[in-house]
């Protein structure tokens, strides 16, 4: 008998669309996907406020599931809390009586009102999404949160974690062991593999085409250039140690800073930084492939799947100590480097160390396809169905 399983989110997500599909394939759950607005998939795109553009995603975010494009009555821009008011929710699972609903997040209205329909109908809910704990919380701000989730958390029969650190945050607020699943924040495994696979014997062109000399190691940034991003500190780290190393700093993404980091470049004169703006989904293998070292600097970055797909490439990684999912993927010594977040000397120490060692990078590019090879939807799915076989008395 398949299970009935619904998803409430936001918007299509080029990082999700994998798991729905193979959810769709699996010959036990029969999926449906509710959207809250079209972001990403418009015609025209969408506006991005982290990129400071729109965008519309150029991979088949909608292809190989059934999904319906719930009403949105809000008359503010999403994703806010009140840009999405989606009642229709309730009216669906009244309709169609599914055994669970998987929700991503809580920080809408429509999130809020899923929970209610799914009491309504006394219909299981699965909580998942993109948090963690910060590193201090104001003691205010985390009554006001505890007020607020430990009661929600409670109407959750099943929290499907991304990471090591997102089962802290929801174990922080009421979870518990045994309600705790594991549904890894993974890529799309094969595609990237397979890009790698394709691309790696045009490196030597693809470098030329970027102007990067064929013998200066590159160090990948891909993601937003916004300040929580704190890519200012990778730009300092890099002037450091560029003349010692000959290496060049790549920059794919766009955002409000970077202006000022080009200018930064500029009236520094560093030499081989390359601001290659932003580049859709199918664009950026090209760059990957040519990296020899990604960083992730960030400030709180709670699960980036930039690092899944950097490690599909053989990437070593180095990431600040507020990534989510830096104990999960980057294993300190093994495939990359862990330091302190704003800590300039400590990271530019790090890079100097991998790119003045071929061996060491060697091993470590081992190393992350290695511990990437596990991490794919196909647990989520697992851990999925074994929720739904668990909690739901219906089936």
Avoid at 23 to 42: F, M, N, Q, S
Avoid at 69 to 74: Q, R
Avoid at 140 to 157: A, D, E
Wanted: contains cysteine.
């Amino acid at each position: 008998m398949k299970y009935k399983l619904a998803i409430l989110i936001s918007h299509p997500i080029q990082y999700y669309y994998p798991l729905y599909q193979e959810l769709a394939a699996h010959p036990r759950i029969d999926l449906t996907v509710y959207y809250c607005w079209k972001g990403g998939v418009e015609e025209g795109g969408t506006y991005e406020e982290g990129f400071g553009i729109n965008i519309k995603w150029d991979l088949p975010l909608l292809d190989g599931y059934d999904h319906i494009f719930l009403k949105n009555y809000a008359r503010r821009s999403p994703p806010s809390f009140w840009g999405l008011i989606n009642p229709g929710i309730i009216r669906e699972l009244y309709s169609h009586r599914y055994d669970a609903i998987f929700i991503w997040g809580y920080s809408a209205l429509s999130n809020w009102l899923a929970f209610l329909g799914a009491g309504l109908t006394r219909t299981p809910v699965f909580l998942g999404g993109s948090v963690v704990l910060a590193p201090r919380i104001p003691p205010l701000k985390n009554l006001i949160k505890r007020i607020i989730l430990t009661p929600l958390f409670k109407r959750v029969s099943a929290f499907m974690c991304e990471c090591e650190k997102n089962a802290e945050f929801y174990q922080y607020y009421g979870a518990t062991p045994e309600n705790t699943y594991w549904n890894p924040a993974a890529v799309n495994n094969k595609f990237f593999q397979s890009q790698a696979k394709k691309l790696l014997p045009r490196r030597d062109e693809i470098k030329e085409g970027l102007s990067i000399a064929g013998d200066s190691p590159v160090i990948l940034f891909l993601g937003r250039l916004t300040p929580r991003k704190r890519v200012m500190d990778l730009l300092n780290a890099f002037q450091q140690i560029s003349d010692e190393t000959y290496a060049t700093l790549l920059f794919v993404g766009s955002g409000e800073d970077r202006d000022s980091l080009e200018r930064y470049v500029r009236d520094n004169d560093i030499q081989r930084v390359i601001f290659a703006g932003f580049k859709n989904q199918t664009e950026i293998p090209a760059y990957y492939t040519v990296a020899d070292v990604f960083v992730v600097p960030s400030q709180l970055d709670p699960s980036p799947r930039v690092i899944n797909e950097a490690m599909n490439y053989g990437l070593p990684i180095i990431v600040s100590d507020r990534v989510g999912s830096r104990g999960d993927l980057v294993q300190d010594g093994r495939n990359g480097f862990v330091f302190p977040v704003g800590d300039i000397e400590e990271l530019s120490q790090k890079l100097r160390q991998l790119l003045l060692n071929t061996d060491l990078r060697q091993r470590m590019k081992k190393s992350s396809r290695e511990i990437i090879d596990r991490w794919t939807c196909q647990t989520g799915v697992e851990e999925i169905i074994r929720a739904l076989s668990v909690l739901n008395p219906r089936s």
